[in-house]
């Protein structure tokens, strides 16, 4: 059986850590050439020695995503170093939690800046490469937060919900030139990421862990590796009918409320 992204050269942002982690590993396992793209450098660089451990081809990158200069440097690496660009997993982000009286203006610019900023100039940056050799796949990364209320997070269901809408208009744009834009929305996902979140949101970590357990229909949160399986199969040619689509993994909590 061949690999399902065989050849194919996938860039991830945020691949030094949690979901852009895993993803990284599962491409290169399925035959991609991955580009490993962290504002964290050490941690991109531990990836790629991860999947290099594994038999997979990688290199690393740092990049901040919200930064148009680091943006196009990065897009003219990945085909200097890979020839090519087939997948764009527009990974990155970071939280943002506060109600709208506790957000204050530099926290929400800065979510803003990463997650909707950064996925707009790495697809400035990166897609007219892809069209050159054809076409590809990006996608975004949005989250369930975008079709539902979940108190104290103003800066960053603002940030899911722009790049939800921001992908079906990219997806529009992008059509005729053989490239597809899809949307990731995933539920809670057990990574760094809700870590921290989990200490700046409840007075107690077990508790806050307890309720996030509560709403979720299987009882648990979800793994890196359960939104990688997803990513997988919108970078590969299986998810080729599949545009515009916000494509929930949430174990049923949008479904089941
Ligand atoms: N974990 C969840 O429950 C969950 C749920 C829905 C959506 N998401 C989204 O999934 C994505 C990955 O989240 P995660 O849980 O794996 O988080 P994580 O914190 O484990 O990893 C995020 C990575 O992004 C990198 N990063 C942050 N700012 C950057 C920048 N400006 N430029 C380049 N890289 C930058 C970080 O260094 C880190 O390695 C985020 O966009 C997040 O909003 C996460």
Redo the contacts with the bound molecule.
């Keep these: 059986m061949t690999a399902r992204l065989q050849d194919k050269v996938c860039l991830i942002?945020?691949?030094?850590?949690?979901?852009?982690?895993?993803s990284a590993l599962l491409f290169a396992r399925e035959g991609a050439r991955v580009a490993v793209?962290?504002?964290?450098h050490a941690?991109?660089l531990r990836t790629v020695e991860r999947i290099h451990a594994d038999g997979g081809e990688a290199d690393a990158r740092?990049?901040?995503?919200?930064?148009p200069a680091?943006t196009e440097t990065c897009a003219r690496w990945v085909v200097e170093r890979f020839g090519r660009v087939d997948v764009l997993f527009?990974?990155?982000?970071?939280?943002g939690v506060g109600d709208v009286f506790e957000t204050d203006p530099d926290l929400f610019d800065r979510v803003m800046?990463?997650?909707v900023r950064?996925v707009y100039l790495m697809t400035r940056a990166v897609a007219g490469r892809m069209i050159e050799g054809g076409g590809g796949s990006i996608i975004n990364?949005?989250?369930?937060?975008a079709q539902m209320g979940l108190a104290r997070r103003v800066s960053?269901s603002a940030?899911?919900g722009a790049v939800l809408s921001m992908t079906k208009s990219m997806q529009v744009d992008l059509a005729p030139h053989g490239i597809r834009v899809n949307a990731?929305?995933?539920?809670?996902?057990?990574?760094?990421?809700?870590e921290?979140y989990l200490m700046s949101s409840y007075p107690d970590r077990e508790q806050g862990l307890a309720a996030i357990r509560a709403r979720q229909l299987g009882g648990e949160?979800?793994r890196?590796e359960d939104?990688a399986q997803a990513a997988l199969y919108l970078a590969s040619d299986e998810s080729r009918f599949m545009m515009a689509a916000g494509f929930i993994i949430?174990g049923g909590v949008t479904g089941g409320r």
């Excluded at 942002?13 to 895993?22: F, H, M």
């Excluded at 740092?62 to 930064?67: A, C, E, L, P, Q």
């Design positions: 942002t945020g691949a030094g850590s949690g979901i852009g982690e895993a793209v962290d504002i964290d941690a991109a740092r990049v901040d995503v919200s930064d680091d527009n990974n990155a982000g970071i939280s800046a990463v997650n950064g990364m949005s989250s369930c937060i960053y940030s899911k990731l929305m995933p539920g809670t996902i057990f990574t760094p990421f809700v921290k949160l979800g890196p939104v949430d």
